[in-house]
Every structure is written in C-alpha cells, then in structure tokens.
C-alpha cells in the first residue's frame, strides 16, 4: 500500500521555539494531506487540511497563526508548531490520499511525539 | 452531538469470546466508512472498511446502517492480540478529511 512517511518521530524542545513536522507522500502524490492531533487517552482531533499550493484550512478552534503549515508540493507537508508550550505537548498525525482515489482509505504517517518542557 | 461516537469501554473479554462495538455518526451525508486500529502510541492503522451490504474478513464483521446512522464491528474468536484501540472512522464529503470517533478500547484476557 501506499506510503506516508513523517518526521521526526518524537521531537523535545523548550518551551517558546519553534519545531517543524514534515509529513511525505513516498510512492505517490498528494494534493491534500490533513493533519491531527491527539492527546493521550483521545481520539485524533483533525486540526487542518493542507491543500498543496494554497493555504491550509483549519478546524474551528485551532489558530492558524502557531500552527502553521506549508505543502509546497504534491508529496511534501510541513507543520510547524511555533511558539510551543507545554500544553502543545502532543502526538501529531498526518494523513494523505491518493489522487483520484476518491474512495480508498487514507494513510498515515507514523506520527510525531511532541513534549515541550 | 459530536459527529462520530463511541462507546469508550473499555471491553474485558476472555480469549475466545465474541464481542461486538457501536458507533453512530450524526452526518447523514457521509460517504464512506472505515474501523481502524490503533495500538499505543502508535499510528491508526485501516482494519476494514464498511460497506452498506456488510463485509467480512476472517474474525471480523463489518456492519453499516445508514438509516440508522450506525457502523458495527464483530469480533469473533477474540486473540490477545486483538487488544488495542479500535477508531470508528467516517469520511467527511468527497475528499480524504477523516472524521474519527474517540476510540473503543478493547483488552483480551488470557
């Protein structure tokens, strides 16, 4: 099956900067690629959906402006949590499709542990 | 009312046992259907997907009604294996947008 491949896998960083998630489709293209979060003992929450070469459309509640994120190709996207704190510590998910397989299941990165401390 | 809910349990079943999982989704417009898997702190991963006519594959049965607005899953012959998180997931309009329901977990005991 397809392949999404993200990184890192797990990231720890100080509290105030800034830490990028990148999320590849391996074997094949993808216009838009959604992102999610999940804390523990939840489910995935989707936070956005990345459209490849324009902006990303986010869920009611989640602030474009520390999340932000890039798809600069068909098989590239990037998150970047800015500004992080500790509350921002979470086990991030991207998930993509492929084109034309309206039908099909997504696939999912292998997700980005994130603990701000 | 959320879109997608489930019964968090979790479910206790000895090995060998039949157990079965609900989930109801308040979009009426959603198109496709999905159970996954997911174990701890790992990444969600397709068990199967639900169809209107039911499918199955091995232990497990897929239901979809979509009068009633809910998905099953039957697990027959419950392996230790079997523990883990299971997400009822629906897909949100035409695009890949999953919409996934807070999970049921299930925990088999020898």
């Known amino acids: 099956g397809a392949v999404v491949s993200q990184h890192p896998s797990w990231v720890i960083c100080k509290s105030g900067t800034s830490v990028k998630i990148e999320c590849r489709s391996l074997d094949f293209q993808a216009t838009t690629m959604f992102w999610y979060r999940q804390f523990p003992k939840q489910s995935l929450m989707l936070m956005a959906t990345s459209n490849e070469g324009s902006k990303a459309t986010y869920e009611q509640g989640v602030e474009k402006d520390k999340f932000l994120i890039n798809h600069a190709s068909l098989t590239l996207s990037t998150l970047t949590v800015t500004s992080a704190h500790p509350e921002d510590s979470s086990f991030y998910i991207c998930?993509?499709?492929?084109?034309?397989?309206?039908?099909?299941?997504?696939?999912f990165g292998q997700g980005t542990r994130l603990t701000v401390v | 009312r959320k879109e997608v809910e489930q019964d968090p349990g979790p479910f206790n079943v000895p090995e060998g046992a039949t157990v079965a999982f609900n989930c109801t989704y308040s979009n009426s417009a959603s198109q496709s259907f999905f159970w996954y898997r997911q174990d701890c702190r790992k990444e969600p991963k397709l068990l199967m997907s639900v169809y209107s006519s039911g499918n199955e594959d091995g232990r497990f049965t897929a239901q979809l009604n979509r009068a009633s607005q809910y998905i099953s899953l039957l697990i027959r012959d419950s392996k230790l294996s079997d523990s883990a998180t299971y997400l009822c997931?629906?897909?949100?309009?035409?695009?890949?947008?999953?919409?996934f329901g807070k999970g049921t977990r299930l925990l088999v005991k020898p």
């Open positions: 998930s993509a499709g492929e084109i034309g397989s309206v039908g099909s299941e997504a696939f």
């Open positions: 997931v629906v897909k949100r309009g035409q695009g890949f947008s999953f919409i």
